[in-house]
């Protein structure tokens, strides 16, 4: 990136649709005399007036290389050929200010041409939509507007809503806002595929059909990390995975960690027949209860301890993998009294929270790899 990119273009107005280009300019480095007028220029003139020089500059707040349907090798034919000269994808970044972001799209040449400018206030997460994937009984209401750009900011479309709490998408085709969606509680992250829209919110995530942006599913067990990433997610091509709340046995899948605080095979046998054993005997509680009595060497306080041990502590480091074709409408839970419909994985990961997850580069099924990669990230704390 070069400097009249971080320069010259944040100070001008939104442009919703782009426009400017910025032609790519020789990296040079100053002599020890150039670096030494530079100094005086700088730091002598603050000396005697005791004020310091405003700085011109913005300052970038975060940056990233976003994949998107422009630079996805699958859909453009021109990209195929491996020996081309000058058909190589061109990298998109995303840039965001204190006052806003902008996308640029640079090819091979290093002539950055802006995508998208706007600027009304800090923007805490954004993401470039890729086309949807739909059927015959399935259309895109959103075809003429796309590509879509997702972005949380400060302050919403509708002015009255509290921080980070909508997300608003607007067309990079028209720079017109096409959707925007509301919640009550502050946003931290989006994430997305051809089939959903992932709104992050903290112990909570928030699934959109990629189509319609009507809710499909949402979670609410999630377990609350202390960060960096307040809600760790990984969304791949059909899976999602997040970090749980607690570990259900019924549903505890094969692999993962297990360390001093995980049970074994042998201990969760063990721990089932207890359970049973403790239900056959509240069975005999509510029995004898109807009669008004008692069983021998029973107390009203066992009964109260039974019933709060149900309320079961937070658990960190617990991961579920859920297919987002098949999970159900409405919340995803995962209880002893639910199904394992759309539940792919429910395992234990690290005996830490939880801070950051993936799933590897393709996230893709296939018959040499049929089953994507998934990799885990704790906090030392």
Not at 167 to 188: A, C, H, N, W
Request: glycine share 8%.
């Amino acid at each position: 990136m070069n400097e009249a990119m971080a320069t010259d273009s944040p100070r001008r107005p939104s442009r919703c649709t782009g426009g400017v280009v910025v032609r790519p300019q020789a990296v040079t480095e100053q002599s020890y005399m150039e670096s030494v007028v530079t100094f005086l220029q700088d730091v002598v003139p603050q000396a005697y007036s005791g004020t310091p020089l405003t700085e011109e500059k913005e300052k970038i707040v975060w940056v990233r290389f976003e994949n998107a349907d422009l630079n996805d090798t699958s859909r453009n034919l021109e990209f195929h050929e491996i020996h081309s000269t000058g058909n190589e994808p061109p990298l998109l970044i995303m840039i965001g200010y204190s006052d806003g972001m902008q996308v640029w799209s640079v090819p091979i040449s290093g002539e950055a041409q802006e995508l998208f400018s706007v600027r009304h206030g800090p923007i805490r997460a954004a993401r470039i939509l890729p086309a949807p994937q739909f059927g015959a009984q399935k259309c895109d209401n959103f075809a003429e507007k796309r590509p879509l750009l997702g972005v949380c900011k400060s302050i919403g479309s509708s002015g009255t809503s509290p921080p980070y709490c909508c997300v608003d998408l607007y067309s990079l085709r028209t720079g017109e806002m096409v959707k925007s969606i509301q919640f009550k509680t502050p946003i931290y992250d989006l994430h997305c595929n051809k089939r959903i829209l992932v709104v992050v919110l903290q112990e909570k995530i928030a699934a959109f059909d990629s189509c319609t942006f009507t809710k499909k599913f949402f979670v609410t067990s999630c377990y609350p990390c202390p960060g960096p990433n307040m809600n760790p997610i990984a969304l791949g091509s059909r899976w999602l995975a997040y970090a749980e709340n607690k570990l259900i046995r019924c549903h505890q899948s094969r692999g993962g960690a297990c360390g001093d605080n995980i049970q074994s095979y042998t201990a969760t046998v063990i721990s089932a027949a207890k359970t049973l054993k403790s239900g056959l005997t509240m069975v005999g509680k509510v029995v004898t209860q109807l009669t008004g009595t008692l069983p021998s060497g029973v107390t009203e306080d066992d009964v109260a301890i039974h019933s709060n041990s149900r309320r079961s502590p937070l658990v960190p480091g617990i991961i579920t993998v859920i297919d987002t074709e098949t999970v159900g409408e409405g919340q995803v839970l995962v209880s002893e009294d639910s199904d394992s419909d759309g539940i792919v994985a429910h395992f234990p990961a690290h005996e830490k929270p939880v801070c950051c997850m993936a799933f590897n580069t393709s996230g893709k099924f296939s018959l040499s790899h049929p089953f994507p990669l998934l990799f885990v990230f704790s906090n030392k704390e």
